[in-house]
């Protein structure tokens, strides 16, 4: 457990930094093109344009990062003090403070966080904008200082120190070794706080004192990835053979590492394969002399080649060393696939990849299985989702008045995945979890949504299933049934669990206020909310349409004591996984009985009008209102 919780620290580190830097890939782009054309050894050797290349890598680039460090923490405010604290640390240094900048950019912005909670509900009418203003100014005004005089001296002998072990380790031929913790590190996740944390900074002034860096070659070289990607398209089996070709393209032309972790984590052996290709490339790129004289991001050969010195030794070492590295990956690749034994599931290894992440992977959907046609005469139409509380039903309840609208006789449910009935003929979930729900009925026809109130997947459906579909009358009466809830739902959206105006800078933040509400209002026992973060962070609870509904995860239910809802409003919205939010519905369901008002709530959130509505609503009994017209 210690170690499982060591590993999710440093991947939140790793995607912190990543967050800080990847925002900003675009100017590091500018400024790698700038330094490739006008440098003394570029392509188009100009001495005035030039001059632009020193600034944007010692001033540019350390305050966007500095500025988007304090922004993750507290928003435009966090930004602003984060930037003019990063100016200390690189008016404090003649090295680029790429790592200053990410000290000096989330620290502003959380002094600057406190400070404004600190003094919430304490300045008197009239006075914000001048407390605001002061308070930025002078509190970053100090953090200037305090990064002049410390922390730029503290990062200058740091970064001294690591480039004095990089130039040891290439004089001793030893940099090659670096791929033991590297490739490693990218199939668990860790690449970002390697590559943003420290590759990057140092390459960044081996590049403005020497011209180029290898250090910048690494991480990025497609080379080892792509060898056991065609290792599997002559030796793999089954669904692992059939997608290895597609999988290689974008792994090679488009850069994205991450669509062949899933093929490693099938046959763990071949991280021997990943690492041996490392070191082989690095080893030739050692000895050619390779190097990149920008930051290569995506790791594309695309993007390798454009921040390649201009001469022709530099293109031959580098694409030699992302050759090497193929070529040697991919014989020690097929070697393992040709003598292991292990049954290769590329589905499962898909989802084991997403736990590791601990996020949402922007391919994993592309190793689900390929399904043929929508099955004939469906009568049983199941959403499911982790509890069975919250998404699910809010999804059913649409589908099932579509189905309605259609003249189709379907029952259309909602459950939690463990308990998906077997008799199930369409499943219906989140993308994220639909491997699961596989895994449950492989025998159904699943579909996968990412906007549970806006999805076009259900009017795909009701156009396929209106082709072909005859129904029972008994399964007409049981379908009826199902949204027909005995249970009483008054009380269940009260006025003063409606909240207006509400600001938050995090979606933790907002979600541990709806807990905090649904536990006041005796609803849940206080372990709810933590179990409504662990729900979040397992599948994300936004619904589409700026819509959210945090909900606890299903063994949770045992600390629900009753159903209710709290509605907040948040005008300016929060990020939920980069999706904002401006209508949060905090959930505890308890024996169906918050189904019905759920329906309604679903079906009112659906029709992007009443959002509007809903969020500009100026009393809590207009809020409700709308949701109750529907």
Partial sequence: MAQSNIKVAVQKFGNFLSSMVMPNIGAFIAWGLITALFIPTGFFPNENLAKLVDPMVKYLLPLLIGYTGGKLVHDQRGGVVGAIATMGVIVGSDIP???????????GGYIIKKFDQFIEGKVKTGFEMLINNFSAGILGGILAILAFLGVSPAVDGFTGALVVGVDWMVAHGLLPLTSILIEPAKILFLNNAINHGILSPIGAEQIRTNGQSILLLLETNPGPGLGILLAYCFFGKGTAKQSAPGAAIIHFIGGIHEIYFPYVLM??????AAILGGMSGVFTFVLLGGGLQAVASPGSILAILAATPGNVGSYVANISGVLVAAVVSFIVGSLILKTGKQTEDLDEAARKMQEMKGKKSSVAGSFTKQQGDV???VQKIVFACDAGMGSSAMGASLLRKKVKQADLN????????SNIPSDAQIVITQEELTPRAQNKVPDAYHISVDNFLSSPEYDKLIDQLKNDHTTSKAEEEKNVSAENYTDSNDGLLKEENVFLNQHFSSKEEAIRFAGSVLVKGGYVEENYVEAMIERDNMTSTYMGNDVAIPHGTE?????????????IQVPEGVDFDGEKVRLIFGIAGKDGTHLEILSGI???CSDMNNIEKMV???SAKELMAIIQSN
């Avoid at 046959?267 to 021997?272: G, M, Q």
């Avoid at 063994?555 to 509605?567: D, H, I, M, P």
């Fill in 602 to 604: 679903a079906i009112t």
């Fill in 410 to 417: 379907i029952s259309v449910t909602n459950t939690a995945i």
């Fill in 616 to 618: 500009h609503a100026k």
């Fill in 555 to 567: 063994e949770a239910k045992k600390n629900v004591l009753r159903s209710g809802f709290t509605v």
């Fill in 375 to 377: 099955p004939a005469s």
């Fill in 267 to 272: 046959r763990p052996l071949l991280i021997i």
């Fill in 97 to 107: 403070m790429f790592l200053g900048a990410m000290i000096m950019g989330p620290l």
